[in-house]
């Protein structure tokens, strides 16, 4: 099928998908859901181990990952390949890969190469752990990341020893900070008229990601130890009790403090000397604690939310997988769309960011192996005989 844009916003645009794993599709992502005419380069599944994804390909994670996009199947191991890339190379905007930094060179698919042939090319780039240093061509992962990048060791309860957060993040906000870093990119081609190589890692995203917990030891020369489910340095802020489960309260500076107190009619907590400012709160957080617990554990979490939502007080459900989904309020924002993959209609989410005239959208489900390579070949101007001359070949 011809390019269907799954919004005008960047339907300009021509990326090449060099991606495996999460990272790299996570940033190719965000520009085929913005439009983006993406073309996801494969190997060729008649190719010994080549249809990596097997059954999967029509799985949840895949269609997930992989929907608006076009597939092409090229065998890059074959130089002859290499040089049908380079083809398209020259008439495209972005290529993103995420191969170890050693690995694009040995294929010749570099930077450096692919700039040669279009210098305006914007070149992105996600590695384990960058692309200079000496652990430049060790494999990443994502959990390690989270482990060297310090997340694992204030994540979970105290004394608890290293716990892994639940969902790739670091593959998602490398991801999503290539992307960012991509569209820079792309706004400053449009004043010097040249491409730049953009780069990051799982380790420097996840160091970025601490934020705060960051600062507190480079400025502070502070070790954040794990802190459960509170927050480190809010307090009161974190999970209390009720009659029927267990709800997040965050009662965070002295205004919010008290609104919280008069709500749930506990003024005198305001007045007690061992919760009356926030430095006494923080030394007393325990305690503090269970005087809230022993108020929230006698009625129900619903019951909690109404009366601090409507005293303005942050406040909320601590919700399964499948209630998030259920709830009225998610069902209204629209965050999910059906569409029909290969395998049947399937629920996908939507991208969390809305444009009011240039709407994202799913226009098209997770492409099967190939299944785009003779009509996208045919518009970089492959003739009908090169493309059967390369297919015979095995190079596609």
Known sequence: MPHTPASPALSDLVVLDLTRARAGPTAVRQFADW???????????AIEGGDVMGSARHGS????????????????????????????VAKADIVIENYRPGVKHRLGIDYDTFKAINPRLIYGSISGFGQHGPYRDRPGFDQIAQG??????????PGQGPVRVGIPIDDLCAGIFLASGI??????????????????????????????QAARWLIDKDVPPQAGNNHPMIIPQGV????????????????????????????HLLEHPDYKLPESRSANRDALGEEIAKITRTKSSQHWIELL????????????????????????????QKINSHA???????????LDRTPGTISAPAPENGEHTDEVLASFGFSPDDIASLRDRNVI
Request: aromatic share 6%.
């Open 240 to 267: 209390f009790e009720t009659s029927d489960g267990h709800i997040n309260i965050a009662a965070a500076g002295q205004v919010i403090w008290k609104r919280f107190c008069i709500a749930v009619d506990a003024e």
């Open 35 to 45: 439009g983006a005419d993406v073309i996801k380069v494969e190997i060729p599944a």
């Open 148 to 157: 060297m990048g310090g997340l694992m060791s204030i994540t979970g309860m």
């Open 61 to 88: 994670d895949f269609q997930n990952l992989q929907r608006n996009k076009r597939s092409i199947s090229i065998n890059l191991k074959d130089p002859d390949g290499v040089e049908v890339l380079k083809r398209l």
């Open 309 to 336: 939502a409507e005293a303005s007080v942050p406040c909320g459900p601590i919700y399964s997988i499948d209630q998030v989904f259920t709830d009225d309020h998610v069902q209204q924002l629209g965050a999910t």
């Open 344 to 354: 049947g209609e399937i629920e996908v989410l939507t991208q969390p960011v809305a």
């Open 183 to 212: 569209l820079v990119a792309l706004h400053e081609r449009e004043k010097s008229g040249e491409g730049q190589w953009v780069h990051t890692s799982l380790l420097q995203a996840q160091m970025f990601m601490l934020d705060f």
